[in-house]
């Protein structure tokens, strides 16, 4: 996606204000901790690159691959993304299987990484509908504004108030098989929840509930979380 500017040399003058994220998520449910996630978000105004590296454990693990590691790199313009690399490499054992999608083929769509970019940045208030792609199915993402609420109220590691958003995913193309697809299109069942709290440079994701009718509610939060803003002249 290209970025036009009304004067070419004040492109060059310009300073683009770049920010890491560095993040740790901890998915817990039956009291149990099920997986971790350390994410690292670099993000300018203009694109950004995300660097996940995930292990599941204990009765999760039975469910997806033991560890992951997910790459994305992409654009921003305005509230529109564009996903430029999207790779996923799955270990289970001693076997590793790397997947590459391109993205060229999927315009208008986005990978799960990038939503979160698109959480950062969105308008707070509405519905907000997103077409992602995992290269297995093509869903229609459906985040709904659900106002502020008391995040102390909602988990107990929380404090502050947050934005909470309520999450329904319509299977649209592709494969619609797997238990997590299968569960989150019920309309009887809760939907998925986000809950996202300001910082200095923007909004982050503390929280995701889910009710997996496997182990109950899976709670998703966020244990550690730092950045960093420099300006790099052009």
């Known amino acids: 996606m290209k970025v036009f500017f009304a004067l070419f040399m004040i492109f060059f003058t310009i300073p683009v204000l770049a920010t890491q994220y560095q993040v740790k998520y901890v998915a817990t449910g039956l009291g149990m901790d099920l997986l971790t996630a350390d994410m690292v978000i670099d993000m300018t105004n203009t694109d950004y690159t995300i660097q996940t590296n995930s292990v599941a454990k204990g009765i999760l693990s039975l469910f997806i691959h033991n560890k992951t590691a997910f790459y994305t790199k992409g654009k921003i313009e305005g509230s529109r993304l564009t996903v430029l690399e999207s ?26 990484q990038s939503v979160l970019i698109h959480l950062m940045r969105l308008q707070k208030n509405g519905t907000q509908a997103i077409r992602v792609t995992d290269g297995k199915r093509d869903m229609l993402i459906t985040l709904t504004d659900e106002g502020q609420r008391n995040l102390t109220q909602i988990h107990p590691n929380l404090s502050g108030e947050g934005q909470a958003y309520s999450v329904r995913i319509k299977i649209t193309g592709g494969k619609k098989s797997g238990w997590f697809f299968k569960r989150i299109q019920e309309e009887k069942i809760s ?12 909004h982050s994701l503390v929280l995701s509930t889910f009710d997996t009718g496997v182990i109950g509610q899976l709670y998703i939060i966020r244990k550690e979380f730092k950045n960093e803003k420099n300006q790099s002249k052009n």
Do not use: V
């Open 87 to 112: 790779s996923m490499k799955n270990t289970d054992g001693k076997k590793t299987d790397k997947t590459i999608w391109n993205f060229d083929e999927k315009q208008g769509f986005i990978d799960y």
């Open 191 to 202: 939907p998925m929840w986000l809950y996202m709290q300001k910082e200095e440079n923007g």
